[in-house]
Structure formats: C-alpha cells, structure tokens
C-alpha cells in the first residue's frame, strides 16, 4: 500500500530537548516536504527536499533542521524545542516534476512544554 | 503576497451543489491549481488540479477564471462526508518548487 508514514504520532516534550520526527514514503518519490498546521494559520511549509542531498527552506523554517540522505526518508529535527512548535506536522510526498496528488501522512501531534 | 484566499466557512444542504471559490490573484502562468481537503484527525487528500481549463473527476469540477486569478472546486451534490476544510493551493513551477496552502474553507453540510 502506497503510503507515506509518521513518527511519533503524539509526542509531549519540554522545552530544549531534542527530538527528531521521522517520515518516510515508500513510492519512490523524489519530492518531500514538512508542514505545520496551527489553528486559524492552514498548513504552513517549513522545509522541502526535492531529491536527496537537496533541501530547500519553506515559509516558517526557524527552529527546525531536516536532511535528506535517503530518498524515502525525510526527517525533521528540532534541535531545541521550544512552546511556540508546539503544532500538528505533516510530511508529504510527491513524484518530481509530476502534477499530479501529494501524498500526506496521518500527522503527528507535538506538545512542548 | 503569493498566498491564497478563501472564505473560512461555509454551508451547504445535504445532495445540493456546492462552490468553493479561491483568489490567487498573483498566480503566474506556469502555476498549476489544486484543490485538497482535510476530514477531521486526518491528513489533506487530493480532490482535484488544473492549470487553465476547467477539469472534472470523479469526486469534484474545478472551474480556473479565464484570467487564473480565482477558481472555484464544485460538488456536485453533497454529502455528509464531504465536510471539511478544503484548501486552495498554488503549486509553483517555475523556480522554487513549493505547494503554497490558504487557510482553507470550512464546509458544513447540512442534513
């Protein structure tokens, strides 16, 4: 089953502790992207990688760090977290060059307290 | 600004037509337009994308201005299941590679 997959799904943390949120697809697609989803805000791009080794800042990237050294795997990393990533994130996947559907995981709830 | 508009809500009787419009009246020509919705405790699903002419699918219309400056995703008839939000999104072709989301419209059906 083609699908693009999240972990954690929940996590609570406090602030400065390291986390890292994995993503990985198994469609062979070259493009990735992270998503935040803040209430009243829609989903805001933090950073896209549009084939391994190339990443790419979004429109809110502060605060977070990705890499890209395998194609099916996207990770986002928060180096010190603090209460305002406290959000629902979303990976998504998608062919390069296609325009066709971008494929999204089920999400995965970050509290930072 | 590149983002897109939308109305934060809406409403609609259960089995009657609903249009959904969307502004992205900075659109550039090689910006294609897709259309996603959000059921609740979910990630966004793909409804629907076009670049100048109106496309239909099974699920959805989509309907671009002549101009590309608006468009406006149709269901036919509504259902329960298709409250959501839906968000409009500018894909972006030329140059950086970004899918750029409103804030999305949320659609109550009504029974």
């Known amino acids: 089953e083609a699908q693009v997959t999240q972990n954690p799904r929940y996590l609570i943390t406090v602030t400065g502790k390291k986390l890292t949120v994995t993503c990985s697809q198994n469609m062979n697609h070259e493009y990735m992207s992270w998503y935040r989803q803040d209430p009243g805000l829609g989903l805001r791009q933090i950073y896209y990688?549009?084939?391994?080794?190339?990443?790419d800042k979004g429109d809110v990237p502060e605060g977070y760090k990705v890499s890209r050294k395998e194609k099916r795997n996207f990770p986002l990393i928060l180096e010190s977290p603090s209460p305002n990533q406290t959000s629902l994130y979303f990976c998504?996947?998608?062919?390069?060059?296609?325009?066709?559907?971008?494929?999204f995981g089920e999400g995965s709830r970050l509290t930072v307290l | 600004d590149a983002k897109t508009t939308q109305p934060n809500s809406m409403e609609s009787n259960e089995e009657e037509p609903v249009h959904l419009p969307c502004n992205h009246s900075?659109?550039?020509?090689?910006?294609?337009i897709h259309w996603y919705r959000q059921l609740p405790s979910q990630g966004p699903e793909y409804v629907i994308h076009?670049?100048?002419s109106n496309v239909n699918n099974r699920m959805a219309s989509l309907a671009i201005a002549e101009d590309r400056k608006s468009s406006t995703l149709i269901l036919h008839r509504a259902t329960l299941r298709d409250a959501a939000v839906y968000y409009c999104i500018r894909d972006r072709r030329a140059g950086t590679y970004k899918y750029i989301f409103g804030t999305g419209t949320r659609l109550k059906v009504l029974a």
């Open positions: 998504a996947s998608t062919q390069q060059g296609s325009v066709g559907e971008l494929f």
């Open positions: 076009g670049l100048t």
């Open positions: 990688s549009m084939n391994v080794e190339v990443t």
């Open positions: 900075t659109i550039s020509g090689t910006d294609y």
